[in-house]
């Protein structure tokens, strides 16, 4: 009689060499791809931080500081009150106001317009496209300065074209009654690339189909930018028309380098000039602090009246 044979349960299946690897290296792809997106997200909010937020919140309270022989003590509203009563603080509104009038019925007008006929070409679209950004890429500087020499009442590029048909020569940047608009001019030259391609943009994802319909109810070129064009693109007008007037409200390049800031009796003084002159020709940061603070008030109310607005439209 043979002996009994004990069975020995089967060992459990071991887990395969390679699966351990699999998840740690899983895992430390995982890590890595986190820790990257962390790293560039806090890279931005330090940007931010340090470049934009600090300033504003260091020019509150500065609005409502004095320094004097390095020491600083709080002002309360005196600053406020100085800037309301300072008869350049209502001229460079004007003056603002004014460009900000005249650069939406250029600088906004203009670029859409441009990019209508461009959508009209079928050939050659990517060289107008460069050239119409073509001053975008030009350092700002040299545009405006460019432009001083076209504005020379000597021997300047536009007063030649008026001499061909017999106009008299004109003082461009040193009269009051041409000088804004020649800054107005210039600074719509310099910046309606970016707009024009933003524009095109959308045109180009306008459906096809509106346009055929309407051709065949016999419309126009004007019936169809009024009737198609316009409403597909009523978005990115909305949008663009309040980035035009923030832009505007904060002028200062323009003016500063064409009629040295301020031009003839004041004509092209603006609101970013004059805290320019508080803070570095007066020495006075407080000042420059609460005008500032007051245009940075006027945009940010008038951004979210224009936001709401457009939310109650679209609703």
């Known amino acids: 009689m043979s002996a009994p044979t004990v069975s020995k349960s089967s060992p459990a299946p071991a887990r395969a060499p390679h699966q351990l690897p699999v998840r740690r290296g899983s895992l430390a ?3 890595q791809r986190n820790l990257s997106a962390h790293g560039f997200l806090i890279g931005a909010v330090l940007c931010f931080s340090f470049f934009s937020w600090y300033p504003m919140v260091r020019e509150f309270f500065l609005a409502f500081q004095k320094n004097k022989d ?3 003590t709080w002002a309360g509203w005196s600053n406020l009150s100085y800037v309301f009563n300072d008869p350049a603080f209502w001229q460079a509104w004007r003056n603002t106001l004014l460009f900000t009038g005249l650069a939406l019925v250029l600088g906004f007008a203009v670029p859409f317009l441009v990019a209508v006929l461009l959508n009209e070409f079928r ?6 496209r460069m050239l119409v950004y ?3 890429m030009l350092p ?4 405006v300065l460019l ?3 076209f504005y020379d009442p000597g021997y300047g590029l536009f007063n030649r074209i008026l001499g061909i048909f017999g106009i008299p020569d004109q003082q461009w940047l040193q009269s009051t009654s041409t000088a804004m608009i020649s800054v107005v001019i210039a600074a719509t030259w310099m910046n309606m690339g970016g707009a024009t391609l933003i524009y095109l943009a959308a045109l180009q994802g306008i459906p096809g189909e509106l346009y055929e319909a309407a ?5 126009g070129l004007w019936r169809k930018i009024w009737h198609v064009t316009i409403p597909q693109t009523r978005l990115i007008l909305s949008l663009m028309f309040l980035m035009q007037i923030i832009a505007t409200m904060q002028v200062f390049t323009e003016p500063f380098l064409l009629t040295n800031g301020a031009g003839p009796e004041g004509s092209t003084m603006t609101v970013v000039y004059l805290i320019y002159q508080y803070a570095f020709n007066f020495n006075n940061y407080g000042g420059a602090a609460a005008l500032g603070l007051v245009l940075l008030v006027l945009l940010a109310g008038f951004s979210a009246v224009y936001v709401r607005l457009s939310r109650t439209q679209e609703d």
Not at 123 to 128: E, I, P
Not at 140 to 143: I, K, L, T
């Open 29 to 31: 792809r995982a890590v």
């Open 70 to 72: 390095g020491r600083t």
């Open 123 to 128: 050939h050659g679209q990517g060289y107008l």
């Open 134 to 136: 073509l001053p975008v």
């Open 140 to 143: 700002p500087v040299a545009s």
């Open 147 to 149: 432009f001083k020499y």
């Open 215 to 219: 051709e065949l109810d016999g419309a």
